[in-house]
């Protein structure tokens, strides 16, 4: 544990207390580790604010409700998550906090009595806002996966739980060439558009639903731009994110077109413009989804640009808006 | 972390070391615990043997190689168990490992460089065996559940992972009164034959798989017999316990008939018996599921002996068999 970097440097939150990253750890009893019994979120701080704060603390409590255990995520959340900051002397940052169900006796059924393991993670991300920088470094490269989204007969689709095999599944079949193993290949006639090089993975796996719908990506939802109308899947299988919702509602106060609903892969072949959203990516626009490039475009740009305002606005700005 | 019991006396092997259950932690860094990206076996020894170790290992590297890591398991993993058992003076316990895909850059994609995480838990079990007790204190009460089992496409349903919410959720759904959701009730006519009094949970909530036919336990796999045939449902959405595995084999040397297939929960209110199948219930008589009473029975109780003659002949005998 001993061989990490930055170690010395990076300060967690654990259990109530500010502690030294090598010092951060959970009992290996924690149901966390166990089963992956805990929910998280992955929140971003700008100039020392966390954006949509209160959306991220009500869905992580949201979350723990599906859990059964509504009560597990403490009061003071929000301090602990300015401790963090503090301690790294860090203003803008990637912030994940994690509610675990913590040690319970050995049984699968969880106790009604829940001591749960609350931990802050931080680091350091670029500012943010108009004069921000993105940290991606290019227009996402999308390639569909046969890893489909579990129904939410399997997992509630808005829970944001440590059970993240689905989305790393999805990621392995890019790392390890799953482009023989496409979710068009699997579902219609195979092609031979994705012959992208090993040297170069995709930065995005497309998830599809069991129906064969496009549902999201490992870590992100999709958009995409059709004569002129903003479409998305629309909730069902998909984990709705706080970025989506906040670029929707950007997208109705431009009085943009917007559409949620069912789609199949082939309906994004004739996309005008696609983009991928997520807390840390914010708007990403996508240059290729399996070879076929689309790229961003007018609509991309105008709510990339309103979100970053957005931030501005509510973060760095002087009086919050 | 300082509250649980007899940490003092408990010994875990975390890592390559032995180390006291209070000092066995995991950072919070570990993919084990951020995702739940980890391979684990539930075994069982019995007078110091592992019963069916190398089906076990063997599972775990499978699991391993499905999650991306097929290296992952150490060589000596069979020697970390036995130093942990020495270290809590046990021969009869509950034995479970875990490897994970350890710490790794803060990336959802894994890195291909895995130096896993490796964790020997412990516990006290009475003996098994001709002379053995069950560990268990009657036969299961079973209650179908809402939330079904994963598809293939979503979770390979051979990999033994630590994202274990699917079975809590189903359990959960026991604890807190989920009668009213049975899998039945979601499905079919509801009728009201599982008016448990909620002061007495099932033992085991009965998933389905997305197409409505019986799966397996939260931990078990199920059988029953019907008009002489003992039936279990096939491979497909389920985890292909070992247990069912030694059950199979016995009933073919018994030369019971045996059939693996599709079954609904309709297909079971006529069972003559039926058990529940895991490493530490071994086999496990169902006294009712939904309401509708069965109970074990010849078949079951034969089965029940082999597995024990088994034990005894391979674990507490002088020669291995």
Not at 184 to 194: G, I, K, R, V
Not at 207 to 236: I, M
Request: glycine content about 10%; hydrophobic content about 35%.
């Amino acid at each position: 544990m001993s061989d990490r970097v930055d170690d010395e440097e990076t300060y967690y939150h654990v259990d109530g207390e500010v502690v030294a990253r090598a010092d951060a750890t959970v009992s290996v009893d924690d149901r966390g580790f166990r089963y992956g019994d805990a929910a998280f979120e992955t929140c971003r701080a700008y100039g020392g604010t966390v954006f949509r704060w209160e959306r991220h603390r009500e869905r992580l409590r949201e979350t723990c409700e599906t859990l059964g255990m509504a009560d597990a995520v403490p009061g003071d959340l929000a301090a602990r998550v300015d401790e963090t900051l503090a301690a790294n002397d860090l203003a803008d940052a990637y912030v994940r906090v994690s509610v675990s169900r913590g040690v319970q006796p050995g049984k699968l059924t969880p106790a009604r009595e829940v001591d749960p393991t609350v931990v802050v993670y931080v680091s350091p991300l670029p500012r943010g806002g108009v004069d921000g920088e993105p940290v991606w470094d290019d227009a996402a490269v999308v390639q569909s996966v046969a890893t489909r989204r579990p129904p939410e007969s399997v997992l509630p689709p808005g829970a944001k739980t440590h059970n993240y095999l689905n989305g790393i599944l999805a990621r392995l079949e890019l790392r390890d060439g799953g482009a023989s193993r496409s979710a068009e290949s699997a579902t219609e006639a195979p092609d031979s558009q994705a012959d992208r090089s090993p040297d170069q993975p995709a930065d995005e796996a497309l998830q599809c639903d069991v129906e064969g719908r496009v549902a999201e990506g490992a870590t992100s939802n999709l958009f995409f731009v059709d004569d002129g109308v903003l479409k998305t899947p629309a909730e069902g299988s998909i984990l709705p994110g706080i970025t989506r919702e906040v670029v929707l509602e950007l997208a109705r106060e431009e009085a943009l077109p917007v559409e949620t609903g069912g789609y199949r892969l082939a309906d994004l072949r004739s996309a005008d413009e696609a983009f991928l959203t997520n807390t840390t990516w914010e708007v990403r626009p996508v240059a290729s989804i399996d070879g076929v490039e689309i790229g961003g475009g007018e609509v991309t740009a105008v709510l990339r640009r309103r979100y970053r305002e957005l931030v501005e606005a509510r973060c760095y700005g002087e009086a919050p808006g």
